[in-house]
């Protein structure tokens, strides 16, 4: 860490932006960012002016993802910052060598609010189950405009580097295709019952879409990847990652399938004030003035994507002895069983080690157990 310290107060001292002769008067390890690495540090200057920074830096080894880019990841948070309409934390600075501090980052402000997570649902742990209702739906709400928001940002102006991706075919098309081949890295040959059929059916049925026209999507659209103020506006829309264009349906459909993910799919009921599924649709129809057409499809999609992400994550349990070598938690899961009941096919059974990565041990089958 001294080390890296050094690496880093000499990157800080050379860039204006931090403030005359900024000194870094602390550096630590900062809690979240499920697929990067994130530190915490206080810069002092020469007036004696403290400001605090987030480092977000490029996973390394353990990613999740194939091909981690936090500079593209700047880049798109840049361009929302400049548009206006949607709150993210300062954009400070990037840097794209790994020289520094042994990966490529990035660097924000530091943002003042609460972000509602808990494990095993946001409805059962977290700030969320504490606060009234009327609160609750100010939040969903904010959250949700947001969403809305972000979908009417002008993209070929602010981030002009994403046409490329829609040359010679359709954006849907052409994220179908890298959600293949990142499902070929991370499955390495090996069979998957749901999953696969997940993948077969989204190339199936993509050409349904054709038509759709290609908004800024978030990528990770959750209540969960947003800092809320204390007075349930958004303070700041977080972790961009996956940030690309194509139709609304599949931010939407992300959402959708997260809050499934924490609610009906494990058993538990949304709080007072958190919208249904159905609500969820006909709220953002409402705000965004737009129809999403076949929304089933874009949380088929959404529960593909997070199961993929289990697999991984399995995988890097039994790698770190967490799990044993044939777990079944890629195969068995919430998602998988979201899928499975999409698609009319038999729904596997939890896995044991998912219920403890979940934190549900205390849910059997979708069952709250009272202690």
């Known amino acids: 860490m001294d080390d890296q310290l050094a690496r880093l107060q000499q990157w800080v001292a050379a860039r204006d932006v931090f403030g005359r002769d900024a000194r870094i008067i602390d550096l630590k390890p900062l809690a979240g960012g499920q697929s990067s690495d994130l530190q915490r540090f206080v810069c002092r200057d020469a007036d ?66 609460f972000v509602p997570m808990g494990r095993p649902s946001l409805h059962l742990a977290g700030p969320l189950p504490g606060l009234e209702a009327d609160f609750r739906a100010r939040m969903w709400r904010s959250a949700m405009q947001a969403l809305v928001d972000i979908h009417a940002i002008d993209w070929r102006t602010r981030q002009p580097f994403l046409l490329p991706q829609l040359a010679g075919e359709g954006a849907l098309a ?19 019952e749901v999953t696969d059929k997940a993948l077969a059916y989204l190339i199936a049925e993509r050409h349904r879409f054709d038509d759709e026209p290609p908004v800024l999507l978030w990528g990770d659209a959750r209540v969960g990847n947003v800092m809320f103020r204390d007075d349930g506006g958004v303070a700041a829309v977080l972790d961009w990652e996956f940030a690309t264009v194509g139709p ?22 949304r709080l007072p004030g958190w919208p249904t599924a159905a609500q969820t649709v006909s709220n953002y129809e409402e705000m965004a003035g737009r129809r999403i057409a076949d929304i089933d499809y874009f949380v088929i999609m959404s529960s593909f994507f997070i199961a993929v992400t289990l697999i991984r994550q399995a995988d890097l349990g039994v790698a770190a002895g967490r799990f044993p070598a044939d777990t079944r938690m890629g195969h068995d899961n919430s998602t998988t069983q979201m899928i499975a009941q999409r698609l009319g096919i038999p729904s596997p059974e939890l896995s044991p080690d998912f219920i403890k990565h979940r934190q549900l041990d205390r849910l059997v089958q979708g069952k709250l157990v009272h202690a």
């Open 174 to 192: 052409r994220h179908i295709d890298l959600l293949a081949r990142w499902y070929e890295w991370t499955v390495q040959g090996r069979a998957y």
């Open 48 to 113: 004696g002016v403290e400001k605090a920074y987030i480092v977000r830096r490029e996973p390394r080894a353990k990613q999740l993802m194939q091909k981690p880019d936090v500079a593209r990841e700047y880049a798109i948070m840049r361009g929302v910052e400049a548009d206006g309409k949607v709150p993210v934390p300062p954009m400070i600075a990037v840097e794209p060598a790994e020289d520094v501090i042994g990966a490529p980052f990035f660097v924000m402000g530091e943002v003042s609010g």
């Open 248 to 269: 609304a349906g599949m931010d939407l459909g992300h959402w959708m399938a997260m809050e499934e993910f924490q609610s009906e799919a494990i058993g538990v009921s």
